[in-house]
């Protein structure tokens, strides 16, 4: 994994490098917004993006607080079964809110049961609290990003740079100080366990904002824009091209971070361990 580790950061580049060159030059330019309209390569796959780090940050949090016990575990994995499952059959036999595509919900029932199952394959129980930390920081920064270009393009369209009464963009930023919380929690606490089982509670607490978020422009009237990516609004398909080159560039800047922040991680709590057992002798 070492030796193809730089071979997959000088890809990435690449893939940055092409896909802001599609984003600012070859996408076709929207005949209501104009160029600015270009950030949505760049704000909406960053949201996405940070959905899917907190998602993972959920799905530790509920591993490590149940795979302690063998029975709290097994049950857990027929509860995740059974979700997914209803979330996908729900979304052909509910009415949905309008534009939004059965087939969009469906697929995201399928995977968060293989996003769940994946993580507890390749990660140990005390691992996925170091996964854990390390999803809510990267997290973090792509969160940053939504919260950063949201108001760059916010004020030529609606000529302000927020609107303080609208629940997504409030929702939003509560989610990122849940999760900066989330982090500051964990350097108050000494004791690995203690910060691990608390931080967990607290992980699958904070997630809960997470649909909020996502579902705010579904369920109440707010200035923010509804989607127009797998919805049945669509998106012109040079547009859809670009943006899903986007979100993989994106996607793959992801994993180089939490690879290379995994092992930090790791280290030092292999550090903090020696230095409590240098400690008690």
């Given at each position: 994994?070492?030796?193809?580790?730089?071979?997959?950061?000088?890809?990435?580049?690449?893939?940055?490098?092409?896909?802001?060159?599609?984003?600012?030059?070859?996408?076709?330019?929207?005949?209501?917004?104009?160029?600015?309209?270009?950030?949505?390569?760049?704000?909406?796959?960053?949201?996405?993006?940070?959905?899917?780090?907190?998602?993972?940050?959920?799905?530790?949090?509920?591993?490590?607080?149940?795979?302690?016990?063998?029975?709290?575990?097994?049950?857990?994995?027929?509860?995740?079964?059974?979700?997914?499952?209803?979330?996908?059959?729900?979304?052909?036999?509910?009415?949905?809110?309008?534009?939004?595509?059965?087939?969009?919900?469906?697929?995201?029932?399928?995977?968060?049961?293989?996003?769940?199952?994946?993580?507890?394959?390749?990660?140990?129980?005390?691992?996925?609290?170091?996964?854990?930390?390390?999803?809510?920081?990267?997290?973090?920064?792509?969160?940053?990003?939504?919260?950063?270009?949201?108001?760059?393009?916010?004020?030529?369209?609606?000529?302000?740079?927020?609107?303080?009464?609208?629940?997504?963009?409030?929702?939003?930023l509560v989610l990122w100080l849940l999760y900066v919380a989330f982090l500051i929690l964990r350097t108050m606490i000494d004791d690995a366990d203690r910060r691990a089982l608390v931080s967990a509670f607290f992980g699958v607490f904070t997630f809960l904002d997470v649909p909020l978020v996502y579902g705010s422009i579904w369920w109440w009237r707010t200035?923010?824009?509804?989607?127009?990516?797998?919805?049945?609004?669509?998106?012109?398909?040079?547009?859809?091209?670009?943006?899903?080159?986007?979100?993989?560039?994106?996607?793959?800047?992801?994993?180089?971070?939490?690879?290379?922040?995994?092992?930090?991680?790791?280290?030092?709590?292999?550090?903090?361990?020696?230095?409590?057992?240098?400690?008690?002798?």
């Amino acid at each position: 994994m070492k030796r193809t580790l730089p071979i997959f950061a000088v890809l990435t580049a690449a893939l940055l490098s092409y896909s802001l060159y599609e984003a600012l030059v070859l996408a076709p330019t929207d005949q209501l917004q104009g160029d600015v309209y270009r950030i949505i390569y760049y704000h909406v796959p960053s949201a996405w993006t940070a959905f899917l780090l907190f998602g993972i940050n959920f799905v530790c949090s509920i591993q490590y607080l149940v795979r302690g016990n063998p029975r709290s575990d097994r049950l857990t994995n027929w509860i995740v079964i059974g979700v997914g499952v209803v979330i996908a059959v729900a979304a052909y036999l509910v009415t949905l809110p309008k534009g939004m595509l059965p087939s969009a919900v469906a697929t995201t029932g399928f995977l968060i049961v293989g996003l769940y199952f994946l993580v507890k394959k390749l990660f140990s129980h005390q691992a996925v609290d170091v996964l854990a930390v390390v999803s809510a920081e990267v997290g973090v920064v792509f969160c940053t990003v939504v919260l950063v270009t949201g108001p760059l393009w916010a004020r030529p369209v609606w000529g302000i740079w927020w609107a303080s009464g609208d629940i997504r963009l409030t929702s939003t930023l509560v989610l990122w100080l849940l999760y900066v919380a989330f982090l500051i929690l964990r350097t108050m606490i000494d004791d690995a366990d203690r910060r691990a089982l608390v931080s967990a509670f607290f992980g699958v607490f904070t997630f809960l904002d997470v649909p909020l978020v996502y579902g705010s422009i579904w369920w109440w009237r707010t200035q923010h824009p509804q989607p127009v990516v797998f919805t049945s609004a669509g998106l012109d398909p040079t547009m859809r091209k670009v943006f899903y080159l986007s979100w993989l560039s994106l996607t793959c800047l992801m994993a180089l971070l939490i690879r290379q922040r995994y092992e930090l991680e790791s280290s030092r709590e292999e550090l903090r361990t020696l230095e409590q057992e240098l400690e008690a002798t």
